[in-house]
T-cell receptor, first 113, second 116 residues
Framework: SQTIHQWPATLVQPVGSPLSLECTVE??????LYWYRQAAGRGLQLLFYSVGIGQISSEVPQNLSASRPQDRQFILSSKKLLLSDSGFYLC????????????FGSGTQLSVL | AQTVTQSQPEMSVQEAETVTLSCTYDTSESDYYLFWYKQPPSRQMILVIRQEAYKQQNATENRFSVNFQKAAKSFSLKISDSQLGDAAMYFC?????????????FGKGTHLIIQP
């Protein structure tokens, strides 16, 4: 069966520090991968998606970047965090060539202080 | 661009009663998917129910059912016999079915409170 792992679960970082959140999927090949952000009391905003290794599409211009160094690995990064980067970050996947239902990781609560 | 609107920030229902959560969406596509996701206090996103737009029959999953009105672009979720475990944020979501991979578009959510 397919599983998705996302870590860390909680992160507190000072303004201006770097960020690296990692997500891996097991039990499937060539998944579409996604990073969403959920601000407090808000819906989910799509940040990045990827259909393959090295292929990244950005939905919202911002202080963040994403990379996909391996087929089932998706990384969210920042060189210098801003206060506005605080939020709950969710990694998700679905089947290749499909815009079908998403399967989500357990999320990372990022607090930038 | 597609948009999803949930006009009820919060709903409250007595345990064992029925509640309906509203969702409307805007799209120019004729075929697409609609979803309801549940986010309990653990914040894990859980798929509740899924509807394919070309299917006229409303989807049902145990106590959860939808009222899909394609012409009105409405997709409401009905929860029957509400249970304490149903307390959560509920998100309506849309995706196109054209084989793309640009993910789901979510509404802002409805916070469902179950009164014991």
């Amino acid at each position: 069966s397919q599983t998705i792992h996302q870590w860390p679960a909680t992160l507190v970082q000072p303004v201006g520090s770097p960020l690296s959140l990692e997500c891996t999927v097991e039990g499937t090949s060539n998944p579409n991968l996604y990073w969403y952000r959920q601000a407090a009391g808000r819906g989910l905003q799509l940040l990045f998606y990827s259909v393959g290794i090295g292929q990244i599409s950005s939905e919202v211009p911002q202080n963040l970047s994403a990379s996909r160094p391996q087929d089932r690995q998706f990384i969210l990064s920042s060189k210098k965090l801003l206060l506005s980067d605080s939020g709950f970050y969710l990694c998700a996947w679905n089947k290749r060539r499909s815009n079908e239902k998403l399967f989500f990781g357990s999320g990372t609560q990022l607090s930038v202080l | 661009a597609q948009t999803v609107t949930q006009s009820q920030p919060e709903m409250s229902v007595q345990e064992a009663e029925t509640v309906t959560l509203s969702c409307t969406y805007d799209t120019s596509e004729s075929d697409y998917y609609l979803f309801w996701y549940k986010q309990p206090p653990s914040r894990q996103m859980i798929l509740v129910i899924r509807q394919e737009a070309y299917k006229q029959q409303n989807a049902t999953e145990n106590r959860f059912s939808v009222n899909f009105q394609k012409a009105a672009k409405s997709f409401s979720l009905k929860i029957s016999d509400s249970q304490l475990g149903d307390a959560a944020m509920y998100f309506c979501a849309y995706s196109g079915s054209g084989g793309g991979a640009d993910g789901l578009t979510f509404g802002k959510g409805t916070h469902l409170i179950i009164q014991p």
